[in-house]
């Protein structure tokens, strides 16, 4: 048997081929199945709103299913959010970024307009704000609140 | 297309059509692509155009909020404008048309309406954004904040003041076209990458289009080929083709005739073939004009020469060709059976010739003189003699020779040792010095030498031999075979002849039983005699009781008797007398030059000698003798009828005796003699034997 394999090298380099794309697929599967177990979370983006459905959810993990709905790009940042209001960075028209950088559970680069996307976040309870911080985005009034209970 | 080729006749003008197509669909694709790439180019440019005026508009929304924010200061600028460029910018971007000219660098610059779903939202947002924007810096001017009402880009400006609200706008503006421009970059980033792939799927499929052509083309165009190659090559002519460099083409039926592959004709090789009397007239040919046709000797594949009909073809100036083109044909049969033909006219033309000479030839001698001439008009250089035997048969003697080039001096003896007469039929020698060449050709004096020796016959009887030298190793070629055998054939049939004749005039001159001259020669040699006026004598002899050895001992006996005697007669007489047999057994005797008396000693010889010659073989017999001569007669009438007479007295006196004549008989006797019998001697027969016996004289 084993001498076969090694007489058909060929065939032996085609089958592992088909064995690692055959893995690679079970993988994606098997975090899809994760995530599939994992409540999801619609967020609808578009100029210049942020609508969330639901906007309440258990702790733990959590799939945020991302549509950019147009007609401009956005990107979307997940942050804890006591309440009270948010510094501005210097050129006064974004959120200052570096103070959330290290506490926020996650987040998507801007997306081209009719794009969907797939955030997975770990949250734990408590309030969180989603937000697009493009130049005067979150200004003109693209966030919205999510609320984790425990 | 397959169906198609193989319906296609071999001559027929087909593949033009297919150039066609790949020539048409090389400039179909060629065409399609430089299209597309002008209409790309075009739309690229009109894209570029737009991209400017999107980009610009950032540069103006800022210098927009920076003229209202002036103007707020209680500046000079007047912000109205740059809020009109604005406008009018986004609108010509939807809508097509002439972009107006910015202030500072740019002219004005016409473009089409931009295209693309999700570019066209972006602009319809930033013509929104715009009005907005416009709005709050109107707002910003009057001193107040703009109402929400008021905003129709979707945007919620809850906070901050007049200023920051048209800062977050401007914002907003800016950022929508940033956007829009980067759309319609990628936009026309991926209209090239499309347009690569399609320009590459259409060189692509072109590219097939014209190979599949042309693999049509060849492959009809090899089948063609083939079927030509088959045409030519299967057919039985001799094909070959000779250009500058020797032969260029050769046909398999040459290749098989000469038994070489292909590769060994090509260049000079065909050459070697070629008999080389014929190279250098093929050469000739090669320098100048080409006869329409030649006759061609080749060595086939056992080195035999066979006759080739060449019929030119001059395609030297065919630049596809470049030689002349020799198409053959076997004509060797034709050839032999021509040349043949001709040799065999030639040889009764000879022939024919002969025989007239031969017939004028009344005697041997003059049959000879042919023979000579003839040996020179067949070869002059040849040594040449005709060997015949004599009556007996028995030596051969050179009777003729070729006086031009001498005798080659046979020295066979008989006709039976010459082994040409012997087979009775020709025979050649290549060479005298060969083991199984014939004895008699070694060791001559003019070295060794080929012979031809042809016998000579008549009525199937070998005369002969006609015997012609060479030299050396020579033969001597079928048509001078041919021409010999014609001469012996005849020389033979005519000396035969000849020697036939004379023979029977012999026999008709001579009685047979005694070899001595007949009644009609002895009566014909008398008259001439008399004539003469020469003295002669003339006497009859009879064998006496020659019957009674008829009778007692046989004819056989009968006729060795008249032999023998016929024998000591001659013997005893000299040259020119003359003895015949009158008839029986009677004989006659002329003796010129002698008398009565004279003669009568010479017979009386005779008698002696008869009875001398007796040995006991026969019974003894005798002769009675009457003898008279010239004096007595004047005709041999006369003469013989004295001698008649003293025939009769010697018998009656006794026989075995002879008896002079001295005088003419008495009339009664002459008027009773006939002329032919003798009376004299009937009647002493008469008296001897009776007439039961029945002795008759003659």
């Known amino acids: ?150 | 297309v397959i169906s198609r080729l193989r319906r296609a006749r071999p001559f027929d003008r087909a593949g033009r059509g297919i150039v066609v197509a790949i020539f048409i669909s090389f400039g179909l694709a060629s065409a399609v692509s430089v299209t597309l790439s002008i209409v790309a180019i075009d739309r690229s440019r009109s894209r570029a155009t737009a991209l400017e005026v999107v980009a610009r508009q950032r540069t103006l929304a800022e210098r927009y909020v920076g003229e209202v924010l002036a103007a707020h200061d209680g500046g000079t600028a007047d912000p109205t404008q740059t809020a009109a460029l604005l406008n009018e910018s986004v609108r010509v971007l939807l809508d097509g048309g002439v972009a107006p000219a910015a202030p500072g660098n740019d002219d004005s610059t016409r473009i089409a309406a931009v295209s693309g779903t999700s570019i066209r939202r972006q602009l319809v947002e930033q013509q929104r954004l715009i009005a907005d924007l416009t709005a709050a810096g109107g707002a910003v001017l009057a001193g107040r904040s703009v109402a929400p009402s008021a905003l129709t880009g979707g945007e919620r400006l809850t906070a901050g003041s007049p200023i920051t609200q048209l800062r977050v706008l401007a914002g907003l503006t800016s950022g929508v076209a940033e956007d829009t421009a980067s759309a319609i970059a990628e936009e026309s980033n991926r209209s090239s990458d499309s347009l690569i792939t399609l320009e590459l799927a259409i060189g692509v499929v072109g590219l097939a289009v014209t190979l599949a052509l042309a693999s049509v083309l060849v492959i009809t165009t090899r089948s063609r080929m083939a079927h030509y190659r088959t045409l030519v090559t299967s057919s039985s002519d001799l094909v070959f083709v000779l250009g500058d460099g020797g032969c260029t083409y050769a046909s398999r039926s040459l290749c098989k005739l000469a038994g070489r592959p292909q590769s060994e004709l090509l260049g000079q090789g065909i050459t070697e073939l070629v008999h080389h009397h014929d190279r250098e007239k093929l050469a000739e040919i090669l320098e100048g004009d080409p006869p329409q046709s030649m006759l061609l000797r080749v060595r086939n594949s056992v080195g035999e020469l066979r006759y080739l009909e060449a019929i030119f073809t001059d395609l030297r100036s065919d630049r596809h060709v470049r030689g002349l083109v020799v198409s053959s044909r076997d004509v060797t049969e034709r050839v032999r059976l021509e040349e043949e033909l001709l040799m065999q006219n030639q040889r009764d033309a000879f022939g024919s010739q002969i025989v007239e000479a031969l017939e004028m030839a009344d005697d041997e001698q003059s049959a000879y003189d042919v023979v000579g001439r003839a040996m020179i008009e067949i070869a002059p250089e040849s040594p040449m003699e005709l060997l015949l035997s004599d009556s007996s048969r028995a030596h051969l003697e050179p009777v003729a020779t070729n006086a031009a080039a001498g005798a080659p001096g046979c020295p066979v003896q008989s006709p039976f040792s010459c082994i040409a007469v012997r087979r009775g039929q020709p025979v050649e020698f290549e060479s005298s010095e060969a083991l199984n060449a014939c004895p008699k050709l070694r060791g001559r004096a003019s070295g060794p030498c080929s012979a031809t020796c042809v016998p000579v016959s008549f009525m199937g009887r070998g005369l002969g031999v006609l015997h012609a030298t060479g030299p050396q190793g020579a033969q001597a070629g079928p048509e001078r075979l041919a021409q010999l055998t014609v001469l012996a054939t005849q020389a033979g049939a005519r000396i035969g002849t000849v020697r036939a004749f004379e023979k029977t005039q012999l026999q008709a001159a001579t009685d047979g039983l005694t070899g001595l001259v007949n009644r009609r020669t002895f009566e014909r040699e008398v008259r001439e005699l008399i004539s003469s006026g020469r003295r002669f004598a003339l006497a009859v002899g009879d064998l006496d009781h020659f019957k009674a050895v008829n009778d007692t001992y046989g004819h056989e006996a009968g006729d060795r008797a008249l032999r023998m005697f016929a024998q000591v007669a001659q013997d005893a007489l000299r040259d020119g007398d003359v003895i015949a047999r009158w008839g029986g057994e009677e004989f006659v005797f002329a003796m010129p030059g002698l008398n009565r008396r004279q003669a009568e000693n010479v017979l009386d010889r005779i008698r002696v000698c008869l009875a001398e010659a007796h040995t006991g073989a026969l019974p003894r017999f005798t002769v009675s003798f009457g003898v008279t001569d010239s004096e007595v007669g004047a005709t041999l009438e006369e003469l013989m009828s004295v001698a008649d007479a003293a025939v009769y007295q010697s018998k009656r006196a006794g026989r075995d005796r002879v008896t002079i004549g001295e005088a003419l008989p008495a009339p009664r006797a002459a008027s009773n003699g006939n002329g032919n019998g003798v009376p004299a001697l009937q009647r002493a027969a008469e008296e001897e034997d009776p007439p039961a016996s029945g002795f008759e004289i003659r």
């Not at chain 1, 899809?32 to 702790?59: K, L, M, W, Y």
Request: charged content about 15%.
């Open chain 1, 1 to 150: 048997m084993r001498s076969r394999w090694i007489q058909g090298g060929r065939r032996c380099l085609f089958g592992s081929a088909v064995l690692a794309c055959a893995i690679a697929l079970g993988s994606c599967g098997g975090s899809s199945d994760s995530s599939g177990g994992a409540p999801v979370i619609q967020v609808t983006e578009r100029d210049f709103r942020i609508d969330v459905s639901p906007a309440h959810v258990a702790a733990g993990d959590v799939t945020l299913q991302v549509r950019n709905a147009g007609p401009d790009r956005h990107e979307l940042l997940v942050i804890p959010y006591a309440g009270g209001r948010l510094p501005l960075s210097p050129d006064g028209l974004t959120l200052d970024e570096t103070l959330f950088k290290n506490s926020e559970p996650g987040s998507l680069e801007p997306a081209q307009p009719g794009s969907t996307r797939r955030l997975s976040v770990r949250l734990a309870p408590g309030h969180y704000l989603l937000f697009c911080n493009m130049e005067g985005h979150f200004m003109a009034g693209m966030s919205a609140q999510l609320v984790v209970g425990p």
